[in-house]
């Protein structure tokens, strides 16, 4: 569709504006937003009427999560098909850096989506198995990761660059790839663990899609590249439409997830969401970036870590609950207190790493 349209504007001048990223990252979030709205009532109406009793509610959990019971699971498959139709549409479909991102999101979204099934039909918290589900995961991101680096120029395609210093580069060899997969399986899963209130998750995801959408235009554009004194990446910059696409998707399915839910995103949403965010990270170069702008998913994931480690060795618990924002809820704040507090933390630690950019 884009190759067809930027095809006209040899012969009719305002098919030009096709070419430019910024135009097609804005027509990607509307498309995005716009199918999520329209097909949005119809996937929750099937969901429901598919699930029954929908997602299981913890036993252990906040009283007030109860309420919640029947609201249906896998939003995410809403998300995913507004970014991958909106994709499909604006980005340039003959770039590799596109279908590896896609390859990530929807491989990462499969499993979610099996594991919230298992979920649903057995009313259990109980779904894939963890070791299943990140040998899968490990599958993709190892493949993902070895694209990357065959399609970048080596040593840079696969060394370790490093916020706020602009010369320094750690070459790490093959190491590359299994480096890269963490990054890519821990954001997937960071994401999965804090989505766990409604809008928690998907805003913070909206926040850290517009950061690396700016990372990915700049790092991809050997001009702004070479003024802000940051490595250039050739292509990525196609990666800002795909980022723009989970902004409006974002959006549309935020509408249906305000409180009091109408859905949830579930596993297929959030390991699909985080999954595409970090390999993005890869592949700008800009992993350990991921950990500041992300640093709410990473806050979220180490209250987990400490948790489990803490109690396997003393049989004592750090935080009233696991991950950290049931932590707050038992403390007594509201779901829409730790919700727009999590927000906020999310904006600041975005501006932080966007500093990044300037401050070498």
């Known amino acids: 569709m884009l190759t067809l349209l930027v095809s006209f504007s040899d012969h009719v001048s305002v098919f030009n504006i096709f070419r430019y990223i910024t135009f097609r990252t804005g027509g990607a979030l509307i498309t995005a937003a716009l199918l999520v709205f329209i097909f949005g009532p119809r996937i929750i109406d099937s969901l429901r009427i598919r699930q029954g009793k929908g997602q299981p509610i913890r ?49 990462f979204g499969a499993i979610g ?27 993709i991101a190892a493949i993902a990761a070895w694209v990357i680096m065959q399609n970048g120029q080596a040593p840079f395609s696969s060394s370790l660059t490093f916020p706020f210093i602009k010369d320094f580069l750690l070459n790490l060899g093959w190491f590359f790839i299994p480096f890269a997969c963490l990054v890519v399986v821990g954001a997937g899963n960071a994401v999965n663990l804090t989505d766990g209130l409604d809008g928690l998750a998907i805003v913070p995801i909206m926040i850290a899609a517009a950061s690396f959408g700016v990372i990915a235009y700049l790092s991809g554009n050997a001009v702004f590249a070479d003024y802000l004194q940051i490595h250039f990446v050739p292509g990525t910059g196609e990666l800002a439409v795909i980022l723009g696409a989970v902004i409006g998707a974002g959006l549309g399915f935020l509408w249906f997830n305000a409180p009091p839910a109408a859905i949830f995103m579930g596993d297929t949403g959030s390991l699909a969401l985080g999954g595409l965010i970090g390999t993005i990270a890869v592949a700008t170069k800009h992993e350990i970036v991921l950990a500041i702008i992300g640093g709410l998913f990473v806050m979220e994931a180490l209250s987990v870590i400490i948790q489990v480690g803490f109690f396997k060795m003393t049989g004592k618990r750090v935080f009233l609950m696991a991950p950290i924002h049931h932590h707050f809820e038992k403390l007594g704040w509201t779901e829409s207190q730790v919700v727009i507090r999590f927000w906020i933390i999310a904006v600041i630690l975005a501006l932080v790493g966007l500093s990044s950019l300037k401050l070498r």
């Open 113 to 139: 989506f099996y594991d919230d099934y298992l979920k649903v039909t057995k009313q259990s918290h109980l779904g894939l198995s963890g070791r299943a589900r990140l040998g899968i995961e490990f599958v």
């Open 59 to 107: 036993a252990d959990g906040p009283q007030t999560h109860f309420k919640k019971a029947g609201t249906p699971t896998m939003g995410g498959l809403m998300i995913i098909s507004g970014i991958v139709g909106s994709t499909l549409l604006w980005a340039n479909v003959t770039s590799v850096y596109v279908w590896v991102v896609l390859l990530v999101t929807l491989g």
